[in-house]
């Protein structure tokens, strides 16, 4: 099962900052947060992961609560390609187990108009 | 090199018959998976390979389905005597280092 719970579904202006929480209470000390996102009829995409501390990319935000129980990743401005489905991961990367990634149901995000 | 392809993209099969897919992760990569997904659901993991080996199968993965990775280069998926159930987006990823990449899957429909 997956080790992680986020909201089914959420709505975003375009334009706006799109504000993804996921709780994992249960994270390892070892364990990375990832995420990835799915376009419609398309493979889940790498956006960005962290370990303790906040990470930016060219892509989005990962903000990491101190506790490391829940994170949230920041789409700054938010456009109608964002319109996806965002799965929140927690994973070991001991020994290269990257790509054995266990998948909940995401969070489908609608960027609206 | 442009990223995971595999083929076919599409496939649609009657009940009974066997089918092979067909992965080509990036080069280089030396981890290569096999991901299923049926509609409304997130990627379930099916197996994976470091090099030529098959290191893990998930319990999904029946005595009807088989994977190699010949050389570590490609990978090829068969599933034998398909079943409607079998129906599905099947997925490859491979990964080198941090992240995954993942292809466009092939889609199975079992008629």
């Known amino acids: 099962d997956a080790k992680t719970t986020q909201p089914t579904s959420m709505d975003c202006a375009e334009g706006r900052a799109a504000n993804l929480p996921c709780n994992h209470s249960t994270i390892s000390g070892n364990e990375y947060v990832y995420w990835y996102r799915q376009i419609h009829s398309q493979g889940p995409q790498y956006i960005i992961h962290g370990l303790k501390n906040n990470e930016t990319n060219e892509m989005a935000s990962l903000i990491i609560t101190e506790d490391r129980k829940s994170s949230t990743l920041i789409l700054p401005h938010a456009t109608l390609r964002d319109t996806a489905v965002y799965y929140c991961i927690v994973e070991r990367r001991d020994g290269g187990s990257q790509g054995n990634l266990i998948f909940g149901k995401g969070t489908k995000l609608s960027v609206k108009p | 090199d442009t990223g995971v392809s595999q083929n076919p993209r599409h496939k649609i099969t009657k009940r009974g018959q066997n089918v092979t897919f067909r992965c080509d992760p990036i080069?280089?990569?030396?981890?290569l998976y096999w991901y299923r997904q049926t509609l409304g659901q997130g990627p379930e993991f099916l197996t994976y390979f470091q090099n030529e080996a098959q290191l893990e199968k998930s319990r999904l993965l029946s005595d009807r389905f088989s994977a190699e990775r010949p050389k570590g280069s490609f990978s090829t998926l068969e599933i034998q005597r398909t079943e409607q159930g079998d129906s599905a987006m099947y997925l490859c990823a491979s990964t080198g280092g941090t992240e995954a990449f993942f292809g466009q899957g092939t889609r199975l429909t079992v008629v």
């Open positions: 080069s280089e990569h030396n981890r």
